[in-house]
């Protein structure tokens, strides 16, 4: 599907459930796309009318972030999930994408997988970085197992559903 037809569709989508607030959630991870991929794929949403919530610019002060990021990916309609080399290292990422996969499987959540410079395989089956970040992941004392069961389940499911793949464009 084009990017204008995918544009197309998200804007004429949002009108039949007037309960949602956005029309696509933005989920990846700041140090590997948001000054370069994100920032392009969030303003071309924007130009389109598409209503896009994205952490740094709809995080109302004052209230917590957790629930922010979690009550606005419930009143998505659309969840766009940009997987980078270093996604799987952060936690907040990784609770996101839990959600989000709930709320596909709740809510009707529609959600479009970006393998951004990653195999959808290694995603799945949590190899290279997503590897690596998993060790690191059970080294902290601070994360439970049955979270990274959670997690592990989340990026399997994920990367099983079809998506995008960019490498070097």
Same mark, same amino acid.
């Given at each position: 599907?084009?990017?204008?037809?995918?544009?197309?569709?998200?804007?004429?989508?949002?009108?039949?459930?007037?309960?949602?607030?956005?029309? +696509?959630?933005?989920?990846?991870?700041?140090?590997?796309?948001?000054?370069?991929?994100?920032?392009?794929?969030?303003?071309?949403?924007?130009?389109?009318?598409?209503?896009?919530?994205?952490?740094?610019?709809?995080?109302?002060?004052?209230?917590?972030?957790?629930?922010?990021?979690?009550?606005?990916?419930?009143?998505?309609?659309?969840?766009?999930?940009?997987?980078?080399?270093?996604?799987?290292?952060?936690?907040?990422?990784?609770?996101?994408?839990?959600?989000?996969?709930?709320?596909?499987?709740?809510?009707?959540?529609? +959600?479009?997988?970006?393998?951004?410079?990653?195999?959808?395989?290694?995603?799945?089956?949590?190899?290279?970085?997503?590897?690596?970040?998993?060790?690191?992941?059970?080294?902290?004392?601070?994360?439970?197992?049955?979270?990274?069961?959670?997690?592990?389940?989340?990026?399997?499911?994920?990367?099983?559903?079809?998506?995008?793949?960019? +490498?070097?464009?």
């Amino acid at each position: 599907m084009s990017t204008q037809k995918a544009c197309t569709s998200l804007s004429s989508s949002s009108s039949s459930n007037p309960l949602r607030k956005y029309d +696509v959630f933005l989920s990846f991870y700041g140090k590997d796309s948001r000054k370069t991929f994100t920032d392009h794929l969030y303003a071309s949403l924007i130009r389109k009318g598409i209503n896009t919530y994205r952490d740094n610019e709809n995080l109302e002060q004052g209230k917590p972030i957790a629930s922010g990021l979690m009550k606005a990916i419930e009143e998505s309609k659309y969840a766009i999930i940009v997987l980078s080399k270093n996604y799987a290292f952060s936690k907040w990422c990784l609770n996101e994408l839990v959600k989000i996969l709930e709320c596909m499987n709740l809510k009707q959540l529609k +959600v479009l997988p970006i393998f951004y410079h990653v195999d959808p395989s290694d995603v799945g089956n949590q190899r290279e970085t997503f590897g690596k970040a998993f060790l690191k992941h059970e080294e902290d004392r601070k994360v439970s197992i049955e979270q990274i069961q959670k997690w592990r389940t989340a990026l399997k499911e994920l990367s099983k559903i079809r998506g995008r793949h960019l +490498v070097d464009r």
